[in-house]
Structures are given as C-alpha cells and as structure tokens.
C-alpha cells in the first residue's frame, strides 16, 4: 500500500456519460496529480493541486475537470466520454519530490463501452 | 517541449544476462531525471533520482547513471522477479511536473 487511495478501481460505462475518479494523497502530502495512461500514450500529464488550488494544467480536456477539497482529497470528472478516454488514470502525491518522487495510487481503470 | 524517449520498447533476457535501457531527453533546464518501475496493473514505483551529469545511484540489481543529454538504467544479473516496464521521467524549470517516457518493457526468464 503506498498511502495514495484511489476510488474505484475499476469503472465500465458507456459513451456520453459521466464519471468522477476520487483520490486521497498520502497523510501529509499538499499536491495531487491527475495522470492518464494508455498504451499509445503512456502517461501522460492532466492537472496538478496544490492545497486546494489548481497549480499546473497539462493536456486535460475541456470534458475533464478536477478539484481539490479542503481534507486534501481530489476528484477528476470526467464528462460526455468518448470510447477513446478508455484508460488507466492515476493520481499520485508528493511532499519531498526530490528525494522520493512522486507516490503514485493504484489507478483507476476506465472502459468506455 | 520537454521530450523523453526510450528504448528499446521491450527487451528480453535470461536470467543473469546484464544489459542496460536508456532514456534520451530533451528539456530545457534539467531539475531531475527520475526512474520508476511500474508491475502490470499497479501504479508507477519510485525507484531513482538523477539531479547532474555523472551522478550514479545504485539500489541492488539496479544502477542509473546520467549524462547532459540520457540516462541509464543498468540491470546486473537479473532476476525473474525484475521483469517490470520501466519509466523514465523528467522534471525541467521551475515545475515539479514530470514529464514520462513511454517505458521499456522488460522480461526476465529463469
């Protein structure tokens, strides 16, 4: 267990809807980052929190928002899906970034039908 | 735009067969090259960071080197148990965003 919770694992659902992806960072950590991961892709930067506030934004989607709450805790939502959002996302955490990275969650699988 | 690229894509040993993967990157204002290992399923591990050119760290089997422009990560008689895809990562300016690789792929057999 890395101390990185992510919520569900797995998730089937079918184009046009909407899902939200929830992810609690390890005790302690301040910034949350939201990776999707596919096989052509590989991981690919989304967005970035950083003590509730958006920090850093990468190749997220207009269909894609996330947010940060006050227990620390984020959620991605994801909206209007298409049969290519089908991936794996993760969230990971980090307090001290250069000497141990970032902790990465188990990911949450999403498959669009 | 930060680039980081990989090879090979898969590579094959036996065990006990040493060889290394390398990650070639194109960043302006290098702040740290990190490897992780990543199992079928599971979330990146957070295995090395690299912060100048002739840095070396090592962790059992595993040893990553780096210079201005790539990294290695070598791999000392490997063992089954290291078959894993690993990630290569870059953190460059001011962010602490990292920028990935699309990993190797690596199959040891007994």
């Known amino acids: 267990d890395s101390g990185v919770t992510q919520t569900p694992k797995h998730l089937i659902t079918a184009t046009g809807q909407r899902v939200t992806l929830r992810c609690s960072p390890r005790?302690?950590?301040?910034?949350v980052y939201w990776y999707q991961q596919s096989l052509d892709q590989g991981l690919q930067f989304l967005i970035q929190?950083?003590?509730?506030?958006?920090?850093a934004k990468g190749n997220i989607l207009e269909r894609f928002s996330a947010q940060q709450f006050p227990d620390l805790h984020s959620e991605l939502n994801l909206s209007s899906l298409e049969l290519g959002d089908s991936a794996l996302y993760f969230c990971?955490?980090?307090?001290?970034?250069?000497?141990?990275?970032?902790?990465f969650g188990s990911g949450t699988r999403l498959t669009v039908v | 735009e930060d680039q980081v690229t990989q090879s090979p894509e898969a590579l094959r040993l036996q065990e006990g067969e040493s060889s290394s993967l390398n990650c070639s990157y194109t960043?302006?204002?290098?702040?740290?090259l990190f490897w992780y290992r990543q199992d079928p399923g599971k979330g990146p591990e957070f295995l090395f960071t690299?912060?100048?050119a002739g840095e070396e760290k090592e962790k059992e089997r595993l040893k990553a080197t780096l210079t201005k422009k790539e990294s290695f990560l070598h791999i000392t008689a490997p063992k089954p148990e290291d078959s894993a895809t690993y990630l290569c990562?870059?953190?460059?300016?001011?962010?602490?965003?990292?920028?990935f690789g699309k990993g190797t792929m690596l199959l040891v057999s007994p």
């Open positions: 690299l912060y100048s």
């Open positions: 960043v302006s204002g290098l702040r740290g």
């Open positions: 929190y950083y003590n509730g506030e958006e920090r």
């Open positions: 990971a955490s980090t307090g001290d970034l250069t000497n141990y990275g970032y902790t």
């Open positions: 990562a870059v953190q460059a300016g001011g962010y602490s965003t990292l920028t």
């Open positions: 005790s302690g950590d301040l910034s």
